[in-house]
């Protein structure tokens, strides 16, 4: 049946903790709009393809050392390197889901608790970027995350790092700025099916908004 034409396609992003389940549920979701008839494009951050992620990847690898300022400012030139990227493809109708953005930025930079780093100069370098239509935070108790098994080996995947990045998620919620209320918490504790359900009955409304042209440009 024929549909009016897409004002522009949605930004969606999908923040939580490590093992939270973002990937899997960023796939779902994307091949679920995707036979729903629509076109639809993933992303993540950080996109380690260009030669910014791959200086983030080496880092977060322990292949190479820096100064926690210089890899906050990598992580969110990788994202400043995409926003040209995200307006075209949103701007021809295309429903991007993206796998964590400038909320983890500030909220994972912030929790290794350096005394010069905190959330507010972490938020700086990130103003001006494409504020999202909606962001779905999976949110996952402690001890749901410890019976997921082990940490991988990559730099930030330690209890310690996890925990502070658990309370600047639900610190983030009391800053000033507008975005701390962007965060729309569903659980991620149940099945891959269950929490795909949750997902999509919040996103397909939103996606279908979007759409229809009810929506405000902004940036963060
Ligand atoms: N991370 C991710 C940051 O520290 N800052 C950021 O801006 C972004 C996007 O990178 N532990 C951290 C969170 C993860 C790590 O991400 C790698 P992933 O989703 O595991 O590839």
Not at 107 to 126: C, T
Request: with cysteine; hydrophobic share 35%.
């Amino acid at each position: 049946e024929p549909k009016q034409p897409i004002v522009r396609g949605a930004f969606i992003v999908m923040e939580g903790l490590d093992r939270a389940g973002k990937t899997t549920q960023v796939e779902k979701l994307a091949n679920a709009l995707y036979e729903s008839g629509r076109n639809v494009e993933t992303m993540r951050f950080p996109d380690r393809t260009s030669p910014i992620g791959m200086m983030i990847s080496n880092y977060l690898q322990s292949k190479s050392e820096m100064d926690d300022h210089v890899v906050h400012l990598l992580f969110s030139a990788n994202r400043w390197e995409k926003v040209k990227h995200i307006n075209d493809t949103l701007a021809k109708g295309c429903t991007i889901i993206c796998d964590r953005y400038y909320y983890s930025g500030m909220v994972y930079s912030a929790a290794k608790r350096n005394p010069n780093l905190s959330i507010d100069w972490a938020r700086a370098p990130e103003v001006g970027l494409p504020r999202p239509d909606m962001v779905v935070f999976l949110s996952l108790s402690t001890e749901e995350a410890a019976k997921r098994g082990g940490f991988g080996d990559e730099k930030y995947e330690t209890s310690e790092m996890q925990k502070n990045v658990r309370e600047n998620f639900v610190a983030l919620k009391d800053i000033p700025a507008d975005e701390g209320q962007d965060l729309q918490v569903i659980d991620a504790g149940g099945s891959v099916e269950e929490v795909g359900k949750a997902i999509w009955s919040q996103v397909v409304q939103r996606v279908e908004e979007v759409e229809q042209g009810d929506f405000c440009e902004s940036s963060i």
